[in-house]
């Protein structure tokens, strides 16, 4: 095979028009991809306006949107929402198809969404390959304290049947071992971790009084935690201040500060933004008190910019990043005090600050985008290879 090949790629992913990691790693990949092997890439999306990217995207790359507005169901009746969700699903596959035969892709690559269910089918010659960012537990999982009986059942037959979409796939790519191992009826998957999408890699001399949180402001990333773990800290530090980045609406713990007695003067919910590494250059601690990760790419960032980082020891993600004590703590999940003692260790020890984020710094080389790269080509050419004899 020439390895020289320049592969014809098409991604299939929800929308890009947001801040979430999938968007920004969907959208590194893709435009890497494209400017440094020349592959064509696409990607398809179904919802979001146009081809708006909230991240930066090559004029290499095109973007295709279906217009099919599943993100419409959310606040509909569940019964009412599983109709329509089969009526766009048919609408999606039909379109999806016609693309694909038009375009007839080496390779899908699909983000585990709606197309998950029918891609397999679609007789358009390319190879599919899923990668899969959440992990097993909270993938299409029922919310916590849900009691519906009928989104149980149908919760339950869905991971049924999407246990036998996956074992078709020519490659099933997840993004830490944990995560593997996650995964033990299937022989198809592979580990792949996502790529960190900053610049990134700078000594960070900034001596300012901050700690720094990047997410989303859902139950899953552990902001409630963080604002009692706060309530400690400032306490004890009067002088630092707390900003979090998110995406969403931070009412309900802009609410939950008041409740704390937390000084608002010195913690604040800000919105999401593209220059994330300027914010993490004017930090000095980063923390992640997430309940549950897929991977915590915005843990290598904040690495990559000479952070050390706090982090509960959630499964998958942190635990395959942080090495305790070295370039950071790992707290047991849920332990406030502890977070909160960790946090304020660092924050009285300079010495020991600088001292973990160099040794985050250099282990975020790891997953510069130029490796990870690599690791998606080889897979590329691996699974081509059988092809093309």
């Not at 599919?128 to 916590?144: F, P, V």
Request: proline share 4%; hydrophobic share 40%.
């Amino acid at each position: 095979m020439n390895q020289h090949r320049k592969y014809r790629i098409v991604y299939c992913t929800p929308a890009l028009y947001s801040a979430g990691g999938m968007e920004r790693v969907v959208t590194a990949k893709s435009n890497y991809l494209a400017e440094n092997y020349g592959y064509e890439v696409t990607i398809i999306v179904t919802d979001g306006n146009g081809d708006h990217s909230f991240f930066p995207l090559s004029k290499k790359v095109e973007v295709i949107n279906f217009g099919l507005a599943f993100e419409d169901l959310w606040n509909k009746p569940f019964l009412k929402k599983v109709f329509l969700y089969f009526k766009k699903q048919r609408r999606y596959k039909k379109l999806l198809k016609r693309e694909l035969l038009r375009i007839k892709p080496d390779i899908t690559i699909s983000t585990l969404r709606r197309e998950i269910n029918f891609i397999n089918d679609i007789p358009d010659g390319s190879l599919k390959i899923g990668e899969l960012h959440l992990s097993r537990s909270n993938y299409r999982g029922i919310e916590a304290g849900d009691s519906s009986v009928i989104k149980r059942l149908f919760s339950k037959w869905w991971r049924r049947d999407v246990v036998s979409q996956l074992r078709r796939l020519d490659a099933f790519v997840v993004l830490t071992d944990n995560a593997v191992r996650d995964w033990p009826e299937l022989t198809n998957v592979r580990m792949i971790p996502d790529p960190l999408p900053i610049d990134g890699f700078s000594q960070n001399l900034s001596n300012a009084k901050r700690v720094i949180s990047v997410g989303r402001y859902s139950y899953e990333k552990g902001y409630d935690l963080l604002l009692k773990i706060w309530s400690i800290v400032e306490k004890e530090c009067p002088d630092w201040q707390l900003d979090i980045y998110g995406m969403g609406d931070p009412t309900p713990y802009v609410k939950m500060m008041d409740e704390l007695s937390i000084d608002q003067r010195r913690c604040h919910f800000r919105s999401s933004l593209v220059d994330v590494e300027s914010e993490y250059q004017k930090s000095s601690v980063f923390v992640h008190p997430s309940r549950s990760e897929g991977f915590g790419l915005v843990i290598v960032e904040a690495m990559a910019c000479c952070l050390p980082v706090v982090s509960f020891d959630c499964e998958n993600g942190p635990r395959s990043i942080i090495t305790d004590g070295v370039d950071g703590f790992l707290v047991p999940s849920f332990n406030i005090r502890f977070f909160a003692d960790r946090l304020i260790k660092l924050i009285n020890d300079e010495a020991l600050r600088r001292q973990m984020g160099e040794s985050g710094r250099l282990k975020s080389h790891d997953y510069s985008i130029d490796k990870i790269a690599m690791q998606w080509k080889d897979l590329f050419d691996s699974l081509m290879r059988p092809h093309e004899v």
